[in-house]
């Protein structure tokens, strides 16, 4: 069992659409949860991210984490064209340096 | 945010000789940089952790005499794919930690560098 799983994709929506992504992972040790956008043939971008369990907003994007499920989310309300990347979860246990733990990421095409 | 680069964006090379890669914080002092490895529609995976002035960190599976990693400045990392073959064609990401990342887990990436090994 890999450490993160992402939602396989790719994903396509109709501008305006709620998007709902979603992360499970195993290791418990992993304290600090975010979420990456990727453009095609660019480094990720970081857009959200959260200490243990709970929620945080921010724009368009609310962040979502459950530990006791081990599960992590991403909505991103009213979609637009300009949001279609690849989306990747990543966690870290924490402490100085941590290194990151990536999701396989999912590809997100809104349409106009 | 924080600003890192990377040099070249894109580099083709001949099977068998060596591809120097740099990552550099433009506008902080990187402690910690990270080079990751990405096929394509694959996720980000770490090969090794350099701290300036010290060695690197490799990942289990990651050969170090193959993947030179230099960490002289509090700016610049580099990294080296020595005798480079087909199977080394991937998108090297770096990223970097430093003072401007108040939280600690906070790392910045640089735009990638595309290898091609012919």
């Known amino acids: ?112 | 945010g924080a600003v890192v680069s990377q040099h070249p964006s894109w580099v083709i090379c001949k099977s068998g000789t060596s591809v120097k890669i740099e990552c550099r914080s433009l506008d902080f002092q990187a402690t910690t940089m990270f080079w990751y490895r990405q096929f394509p529609k694959q996720s980000l995976m770490l090969m090794a952790t350099s701290n300036e002035g010290s060695k690197a960190t490799y990942e289990q599976g990651v050969e170090k005499d193959k993947f030179l990693i230099n960490h002289a400045s509090l700016t610049l990392s580099t990294l080296t794919v020595t005798s480079a073959h087909p199977e080394d064609s991937s998108f090297y990401i770096c990223s970097a930690w430093g003072e401007r990342g108040h939280l600690s887990y906070e790392q910045y990436f640089g735009p990638g560098t595309r290898l091609t090994v012919t």
Do not use: H
């Open chain 1, 1 to 112: 069992q890999k450490e993160v799983e992402q939602d396989p994709g790719p994903l396509s929506v109709p501008e305006g659409a709620i998007v709902s992504l979603n992360c499970t992972y195993s290791n418990s040790a992993f304290q600090y949860f975010m979420w990456y956008r990727q453009y095609s043939r660019k480094g990720p971008e970081l857009l959200m991210y959260t200490y243990s369990s709970g929620n945080k907003e921010d724009g368009r994007f609310t962040a979502q984490v459950d530990k006791s499920s081990k599960y992590i989310s991403l909505f991103i309300r009213d979609s637009q064209p300009s949001d279609s990347a690849t989306y990747l979860c990543a966690m870290s246990a924490g402490g100085a340096n941590s290194k990151l733990t990536f999701g396989k990421g999912i590809t997100l095409s809104v349409r106009p």
